[in-house]
């Protein structure tokens, strides 16, 4: 339970009222039913484009071709939704340079059949990631790591930038439904923040199920260096996107269903909702102090973050916004948070040095919003260009809407200026838009993309799944140019857009013997929807008695009688051996190291009929078990194409019966 | 075992030489590490791109690009190799439009989840697609299905077309390593024929593994429409790629290691191995005379194929070619069947017309052999452009070669003219290349994709993985002009190149709610090695007991101590029920109806912590089952975006303590 409760300030922004806008009243006033009405009248209308406010001069579209055997000039980082992946995709070219399986089960690579990746994976199979971040430093990436979460089982994973794959995977204790994710972006990463969408009885252990005032979220600190949870924060509402600030003061959540609704009436019913900002040092200097409680039998350090709580205005501050805020996101000159309206037309323009001031108590927290403007039906998410411009999709009007940040500052303080520049058509009903580099200080203004949900009729016919469609268009000139539909497997949700250098200069080719990933390392604290599983990849060298290094030291060692190790190496286009044998029931060991040291020279391992398949880059070394079958000849073959002599690739494993 | 052997023929073909060829000894007469060799130094030297034989001029491509928002001319079939998939990609803008999981777990559809696609996969969640073909009517495209194969379970797969969705997966008894497949073309498929890479054991149970002439291969005909294995014919060697005439009459496999080895340096000892060429008539005749055998427990019936049996000349024919043919293709206007030389500089033109005269006795099956132009390095499939021109890919020279096929019949004849027309670097080690159209006697000439195994250089450097490189070429004009590079994720083997509207006019875009897979239907027969296992859904109307039709009909039953029963109903942007109890412990059976009538309105089902995430598309009904978690709130979730309300889509499984 909570320790040493202190007397502090609580918020007075309950009074707090909007300024009235023209549209507003059409969208906050209206119940569920209306809304519902609303929306499902405008996907319809969606169907035939309508004109853009600004019509756009498409006829002479920028350079966006990337000619055979040139490279993108960005490697962006793309989210795959509940294919549980991660994809690079190059960018102006939209082509899927790599897919990198992540929380998913995935046979060409063999992630979820190699040990090392059935470690990370633990009991789960299925995975919904969303946000996809990388490691930053002074507020720009610095090419260590990537993050992302997933959804569906509360768990974010690591890829090391390196060698593209995930090193570990965490299940965070406590919540459900790990929604928005944001690395610490100064001095560097540093923590990653994440925010759980599912309000949950605390703990979830099957009392209070029916108890609405025991559901809470939780933002979760996790140190994105050791991978380990350090503290999480107890708060009213659904917590939904989050975002960092440029100086390290703070994390952010847009937070939703402050009403603690279960069904969506219940959740739409109030006008207003809350930006919630957490204080980093205060939280921590609360946490020294001893002012924090555990949930069920997790170890973790949560902070009440509650708007009654005695810490209410020293480790996080509600900040009011319109009805249902979703996207959050932090202009690249680090001067603002800009809350995106979903059920409001608005955009709520948060000034992050007012916020210090709200948080040392010179201001109150409503007096942090320096604009409002009114953009379009169903603002969710917003970009930047480095040059003053704020980019908003627009899900409801299916359209980006470019607007000045410094003209909406105006506008609110009361000057007659209109700071939308343009407005864009996209295909259809976009959630997130990306900029280059526009998660990061060094926002180029070159492209963006549009993550649209519905692709209907842009694409040629193939079923009743449609895919999504993301958008590129052009934002270097003045006026926006839409370059590019890409059909995409459902459903990237977000991505972020990294210059070529940044990966360029850290990606390794070749993986030297001495380096890669040697054991997995397991902690498991807590039970039930407080366990919380950390797995984690070494990397090393190993020992010359765990996998061969040449091919005549392959071998087969039997070390019980029932279990069986095979030491195998590959050197296109030959395993060595040729053949082993093993006894029906044998529980078999394989351990495949690639001696082959040419780029791109990988090799893969399919046994029949025993579920084995799974590749081995050049050096690297990986291990499968399996149990031996019935009696038979098994022809395991190399399954990746390596050579002129790719199909003789092959031996036996011979199953003899027990 | 073998009924009614009779007196017949035997072949003629083992005194039959070649003519000589300048660069063939070179290959021909290296043996094993020589070839590696020579490989070894070829692929390094591709690093750096040689000057092309006929310098193409790439100032002025043709057009290809799609603006956005129009559609692709072609949708092409696109195996996945060994990530269990087939992929449909837009042509010429080589998007991927949908990817369709098959043989592999995928949790964007809750393919592997959901009871039906558990149904069809079986025991097994890894495959390895490389040849998909679509069904034929009268030599070309009819719009039914598409079917490939798997070559690590030995399965095939059937995709309806108009829902874009395996209905049918077979497990072929007694063959290990199916690799080609093709179904007839005449008068309509009719049959699927595929071939075993791997000849092992028959029966493979365990005796006999070290008895190399214990080891065959099998050649199979699938009924593909009824899909049921209707035969089997035994072979000596490996058998590889697989081909159908124009005209009804035979099924081909190119076939390798003749000699039985079981290791690389004796699977190439000959310098001769064969193009197997089936009778499906005179086969059928011979299983209608009780001439079969059937292997193991599996109730197939077994021709007898090999060189010294009785139906040698009737049911099969071994035409001699030269050391390890790979591809095997008919040209268009049927005449020709081209094996592809792989350890020979050449490929082998078999003139279709001659077979029948060698199966009726009148010619040696040598004689059906018309030319063998000599063409590069490594030469492994052939395609065609309807104009009298052939592309053979060539491995090792990473080139496309252009040749004119009647030249190279008048030049086998003896004439003093130059088959080749042209040559074009390719980037890197092509394997299949496919035309539009190019399976089909429409093939139409307009587009070449190269499917190239190493992209090396081509694409920014993403770690020790690479992507493969599948690059567009333009076959319509008098040069071959490539256009495109495409970064894919491995690693396809084959495609087909189909024209739009065969797909259009066939394709569902809303399911019917009365024509949606009811239940999978499982027939088991054999055991172990020759188990024959196959499994279709049927589809056709669910009675109102099997799913809700309307919002308030969903319902919760216990139908036991520990089964509950939930039907549920989705509709943008709620699911009813709003939340449901279960025990600890209960196996849950979820039945999900999607109500929605819009199209591109599929919504997604996934539980936190119970490995439950699938989608239903509009007017489907899916079906999972699963074991109830510990106790404790689990917010259900739409993972499917459908509604600018689509994050508040949700309901709460409570679990109760037992």
């Not at 309206?341 to 992050?352: A, W």
Request: aromatic content about 10%.
């Amino acid at each position: 339970m909570l320790a040493k409760p202190k007397d502090r300030r609580s918020s007075e922004n309950e009074g707090f009222s909007f300024p009235p806008l023209s549209r507003r009243g059409f969208l906050m006033a209206a119940g569920a039913g209306a809304l519902m009405g609303i929306i499902g009248c405008t996907q319809k209308a969606a169907e035939v484009p309508v004109t853009t406010s600004a019509p756009v001069k498409t006829t002479a579209p920028p350079k966006y071709e990337v000619p055979p055997g040139k490279w993108d000039d960005y490697i962006a980082f793309w989210s795959g939704g509940h294919s549980g992946e991660v994809r690079l995709i190059g960018i102006p070219s939209m082509r899927v340079l790599l897919r990198i399986p992540v929380f998913n089960f995935d046979c060409t690579k063999g992630w979820g059949v190699t040990e090392d990746s059935k470690a990370l994976l633990g009991d789960f199979r299925t995975g919904d990631t969303h946000h996809p971040h990388l490691s930053y430093t002074d507020g720009t990436y610095d090419g260590r790591y990537a993050y992302v979460q997933d959804k569906i089982n509360a768990r974010v994973a690591r890829i090391r930038l390196d060698y593209m794959e995930p090193d570990a995977i965490i299940e965070v204790p406590n919540v459900q439904g790990i929604h928005g994710l944001f690395p610490q972006r100064f001095p560097k990463t540093g923590y990653v923040f994440c925010n759980s969408e599912f309000q949950t009885p605390m703990p979830n252990d099957g009392r209070d199920f029916d108890k609405r005032d025991k559901y809470y979220g939780l933002h979760t600190a996790i140190d994105g260096e050791k991978m380990e949870v350090k503290w999480q924060v107890l708060t009213d509402g659904n917590q939904d996107l989050c975002a960092t600030d440029y100086k390290g003061r703070f994390s952010m959540a847009t937070s939703y269903n402050s009403e603690k609704g279960f069904v969506l009436e219940e959740m739409m019913e109030k006008d207003r909702d809350y930006v919630i900002v957490f204080n980093t040092k205060n939280i921590e200097k609360a946490i020294a102090n001893g002012e924090y409680m555990e949930i069920g039998d997790s170890p973790v350090p949560v902070v009440d973050g509650r708007r009654n709580s005695p810490l209410y205005g020293e480790a996080v501050l509600y900040i009011p916004v319109p009805k249902s805020p979703h996207g959050i996101n932090v202009t690249p000159d680090g001067k603002y948070a800009i809350a995106n309206g979903k059920l409001s037309p608005t955009c709520t323009v948060i000034d992050l040095d007012k916020v210090e001031e709200a948080f040392a108590g010179k201001i109150k927290p409503e007096e942090t919003i320096v604009a409002q403007p009114e953009l379009g039906l169903g603002p969710l998410h917003t970009q930047f260009d480095g040059r003053g411009n704020a980019y908003t999709t627009l899900f409801i009007d299916s359209q980006i809407c470019k607007w000045n940040i410094e003209k909406a500052i105006r506008q609110y303080r009361g000057e007659n200026v209109d700071p939308i520049v343009e407005k864009l058509d996209v295909h259809y009903q976009p959630g997130h838009c990306q900029a280059s580099m526009g998660e990061t200080k060094e926002a180029d203004g070159k492209w963006l993309v549009s993550l649209n949900k519905f692709s209907k009729d842009r694409f040629a016919p193939v079923g009743p799944l449609h895919p999504d469609n993301d958008q590129l268009i052009s934002i270097s000139g003045d006026k926006m140019v839409l370059v590019k539909d890409e059909p995409v497997w459902p459903e990237p949700h977000n991505c972020v857009i990294v210059r070529r250098d940044i990966i360029e200069r850290v990606v390794k080719k070749i993986p030297n013997m001495s380096d890669f990933p040697v054991k997995t390392v397991i902690t498991v604290k807590g039970s039930g929807n407080s366990r919380y599983r950390v797995a984690k990849r070494i990397y090393g060298r190993a020992s010359d008695d765990e996998r061969v290094t040449s091919m005549d030291k392959a071998r087969v060692e039997r070390v019980g009688e029932r279990e069986v190790h095979v030491y195998m190496a590959s050197r296109a286009p030959v395993f060595s051996p040729t053949s082993f044998k093993v006894k029906e029931g044998d529980k078999v060991r394989l351990i495949v190291t690639n001696l082959d040291k040419t780029e791109d020279l990988t090799h893969g391992v399919g046994i029949p009929r025993h579920n084995v398949n799974f590749i081995v880059n050049p050096q690297e070394t990986r291990v499968v078990e399996f149990t031996a079958g019935l009696p038979g000849v098994y022809w395991y073959y190399c399954t990746w194409f390596c050579h002129a002599l790719h199909l003789e690739m092959r031996g036996r494993m011979i199953v003899e019966p027990r």
